[in-house]
């Protein structure tokens, strides 16, 4: 793709023919220059600020989070194919505020759609993850979305992750797309024994 003197005055026109198969655009294959970082910032119920004023518009946060990226070194970073700027995330990027449940025990399906209306079923490329909550030792749910890019669980969703959940070999969690995500043992919270 051959830039002209307009793309790089703005680069994010183009983003449209740019995109990947997946339908965002492909921000992995990208390698332009780091300009710095930039007043912007996403908050951990997954609100985006820029100059300490949230972003409203729902279409722009879909675009950001188009072009977001978790960099090696555990930043992010918004990148276009002319340059990377840093952003600050309080949490995780974004927030999975719907759920839905298919189907019973090891058989049962789930399927998460974020903040940004990202759709993905729980599974081997979508696995979920519980993490220590600091200062609780409560858990905390995580949803890979895009490579290196998470989803909290909202607080309300992982109460139903909770009822969907069985023990299996000892450990308390749930099952989606035929996999076992443990959260705890089982015996540590008396469930099972």
Not at 35 to 44: E, F, Q, S, V
Request: aromatic share 10%; net charge negative.
């Amino acid at each position: 793709m051959t830039m002209d003197h307009q793309d790089v005055a703005n680069p994010l026109k183009g983003l449209g023919q740019a995109r990947s198969a997946g339908g965002r655009p492909p921000v992995h294959l990208w390698n332009p220059p780091f300009c710095g970082n930039i007043d912007m910032r996403i908050a951990a119920d997954g609100t985006w600020y820029y100059l300490n004023s949230p972003i409203g518009r729902k279409p722009l946060v879909q675009l950001f989070a188009s072009v977001l990226r978790r960099e090696p070194d555990g930043s992010y970073c918004l990148v276009t194919p002319v340059e990377r700027v840093g952003i600050k995330v309080e949490d995780a990027p974004f927030t999975a505020v719907r759920m839905q449940l298919s189907g019973t025990g090891d058989a049962q399906t789930i399927c998460f759609e974020t903040n940004v209306e990202d759709r993905v079923t729980v599974g081997s490329g979508h696995p979920l993850r519980f993490a220590e909550e600091a200062g609780t030792g409560g858990l905390k749910p995580y949803v890979l979305v895009r490579p290196g890019l998470e989803a909290l669980v909202t607080r309300a969703l992982f109460y139903d992750l909770v009822a969907a959940g069985s023990v299996c070999e000892d450990w308390f969690g749930v099952w989606s797309s035929g996999e076992f995500f443990a959260m705890q043992k089982a015996s540590d919270i008396g469930v099972g024994v």
